[in-house]
């Protein structure tokens, strides 16, 4: 059997171009995930910014002014801070958990990001269950914090550990019934259905209006999950030193303060797309006649405004939860811990039943 060498030279060629088509293919799988990586980087670095600025603001403080314009680069420059800092380790903890912690806690909510609809076309896994995936790995961030203050081998850390799965424990539940609520509303687990049932009544269909309770339910459960003030529990400083982050330095420290913010972001943007119409821009006709037909723009330029009607909601709620950590002050564990069984799981529970009630009904 004889084979020519320009045989081979094709044979080669097609197995080359057929190599080149996978290596292209895994480069355009990869490029809307560091995409959307790259886009909540700068949104964190933003809410840090916003957060120092009103903080500046409610206390008559100038705030940060040095770094970069307007001070929008000191997070930047104390990120890079502890980068470069050194990584401590507790000599008589746990070291595998207390390297792992950290990082569980903020892989659990970047992976919660991909089922977040930013505009009708630009979701990064548009699922059927796309909520309650969310609930689901979000779960998994309170595992870390509880390796971590474990991990330790510190009483202030491991209390702060043990607060911060009471805490998630408390509040998820009430925060799932309000989700549950919204699902049955719009008979659907998918967040794009979610926010096209909201379109079609205009602003009015907003999931707001119809379900208020449920909304403030969900407000302060998304909260308490931040761990913000007032429900700071894990990490306060007057009790616990610093919680689950006592003896934490450098990169891991750092890892805390993200995983914060990105839950914070996270929540923001599950109000907007559950409760406040997603990309929708849903304003009164008094003030935006039919003639515009913002919503049914298509294309790049559909898209963008989507993006930017989505983003004006979301920080317009991380305005609320920022001044109300500066307004607020700390409850104690108890109070904590009563609000979210005594008081919000009934009322939650009367809000999924009304609104089963209302669909059956309905039929």
């Known amino acids: 059997m004889i084979i020519y060498t320009t045989e081979v030279e094709d044979i080669n060629s097609f197995y080359t171009l057929e190599s080149l088509k996978e ?44 770094a970069g314009p307007l001070g929008i680069l000191q997070a930047l420059a104390d990120g890079t801070k502890l980068l470069f800092k050194e990584n401590i380790l507790p000599s008589r903890g746990n070291t595998r958990l207390f390297s792992i912690g950290p990082a569980i806690a903020v892989i ?13 076309r630009l979701i990064l896994a548009d699922l059927n269950i796309g909520i309650f995936l969310w609930i689901a790995i979000s779960s998994i961030a309170p595992v870390g914090l509880l390796m971590s203050g474990y991990g330790s081998n510190n009483k202030y850390s491991f209390l702060g550990g043990l607060r911060a799965a009471a805490q998630s424990i408390s509040y998820e539940i009430p925060l799932t019934l309000c989700v549950l609520s919204i699902s ?16 079609k009544y205009g602003f009015w269909g907003w999931n707001l209006w119809r379900q208020p309770i449920g ?20 990490e306060a400083e007057e009790e616990l030193v610093a919680g689950y ?35 929708n821009i849903s304003i009164p006709y008094v003030f935006v006649p039919e003639l515009f037909e913002i919503n049914k723009i298509n294309g790049i330029i559909g898209t ?3 993006i930017f009607i989505t983003l004006a909601k979301t920080y317009l709620f991380l305005f609320i939860s920022i001044a109300t950590r500066w307004t607020l002050p700390r409850l104690r564990m108890d109070q904590l811990l009563n609000l979210g069984w005594k008081f919000l799981l009934p009322i939650s529970l009367g809000n999924l039943l009304l609104t089963t009630s209302f669909q059956l009904l309905s039929l």
């Not at 809307?32 to 964190?44: D, E, F, H, Y």
């Not at 407000?219 to 529990?233: G, H, N």
Request: aromatic share 12%; with cysteine.
């Open 184 to 199: 049955l509303l719009s008979n659907s687990s998918s967040t794009v259905d979610i926010v096209e049932a909201q379109s």
């Open 23 to 66: 290596i292209y293919g895994i480069i355009w799988m990869l490029v809307p995930i560091l995409t959307l990586v790259l886009g909540i980087t700068i949104g964190v670095l933003v809410i840090v910014w916003l957060e120092r600025e009103i903080s500046a603001a409610i206390q008559q403080r100038i705030g940060p002014e040095y």
């Open 304 to 306: 963008t405004i989507g």
């Open 108 to 120: 659990s909510i970047l992976l919660s990001f991909s089922v977040i609809p930013f505009s009708s």
């Open 215 to 234: 909304f403030i339910i969900f407000l302060i459960s998304s909260l308490a999950k931040c761990e913000r003030l007032p429900f700071d529990l894990p």
């Open 245 to 279: 982050q006592t003896e934490y330095s450098g990169i891991k420290f750092g890892l805390f303060y993200v995983a914060s913010y990105l839950n914070l972001l996270l929540s923001s943007l599950f109000v907007t797309v559950l409760y406040l119409g997603g990309w």
